[in-house]
């Protein structure tokens, strides 16, 4: 069974700018979560997507967006960059509910914003 | 708000140690405490999860306990190798919204 993917792995990108991330969670997962991992504030949660529709938020500013499709895949947008926004984001897929049951992580994408 | 630290930062042991990694929190109303590890600019994979309900989950040579009135749980490795060396972060998921807290991890090292 193929684990969880996330494209693109790498990513630069200048103040200002917009980004989309990808992930696609393990077949048969419905949930999906996003998490922020810097070295300042550690791992941080933005959000999950369930059957299409947000089930639960972070404490990030309304730049961070997401969406899940109707194959479970789902995105994150972050418009007008910054420099605060370099980090590791991490996806997570589940059965169910993210916070309910073990949770399968993909490998992240590395965002530099310069 | 929910606080979850976890003590030592870092640990350097050498191979065949038994090893007790400690999580703390704030606030007792959670849902359950889930234990990972991380390896070096890699995603987490999931080690145990205990239910609030539970007192202790064990996986291997993995042993994870939760004593939810104390706010306390810990990690017990048993015969730590080599292969062991990572960042290990507990998460604590709370009751109701079951939003997810991390500690900033326990970075390991087991040494041959």
């Known amino acids: 069974k193929a684990g969880v993917t996330q494209t693109p792995r790498y990513l630069i990108k200048t103040r200002g700018q917009q980004v989309t991330l990808s992930c696609s969670p393990i077949s048969g997962h419905r949930s999906v979560s996003w998490y922020q991992q810097t070295p300042g504030q550690g791992l941080q949660f933005l959000f999950e997507?369930?059957?299409?529709?947000?089930?639960n938020k972070g404490n990030f500013p309304g730049r961070f967006s997401g969406r899940q499709f109707s194959n479970s895949r789902s995105e994150m947008n972050v418009s007008t960059l910054e420099l605060g926004d370099s980090a590791l984001y991490l996806c997570?897929?589940?059965?169910?509910?993210?916070?309910?049951?073990?949770?399968?992580f993909g490998p992240g994408t590395r965002l530099l914003v310069l | 708000k929910q606080e979850v630290t976890q003590i030592p930062a870092a640990l350097s042991v050498p191979e065949g140690e038994n090893l007790v990694l400690n999580c703390s929190f704030t606030?007792?109303?959670?849902?359950?405490l889930q234990w990972f590890r991380q390896d070096p600019g890699k995603g987490l994979t999931s080690l145990l999860l205990i239910q609030s309900s539970q007192r202790e989950q064990t996986s291997g040579r993995l042993n994870a306990s939760l004593d939810k009135s104390s706010g306390r749980s810990t990690l017990y490795i048993a015969a730590s190798q080599p292969g062991d060396s990572a960042t290990y972060l507990c998460a604590v998921i709370k009751g109701g919204s079951y939003i997810p807290t991390f500690g900033r991890g326990t970075s390991l090292i087991v040494h041959p």
């Open positions: 997570a897929s589940s059965l169910h509910a993210s916070g309910q049951e073990t949770q399968y």
């Open positions: 606030d007792s109303a959670i849902y359950n």
């Open positions: 997507y369930f059957s299409e529709t947000q089930r």
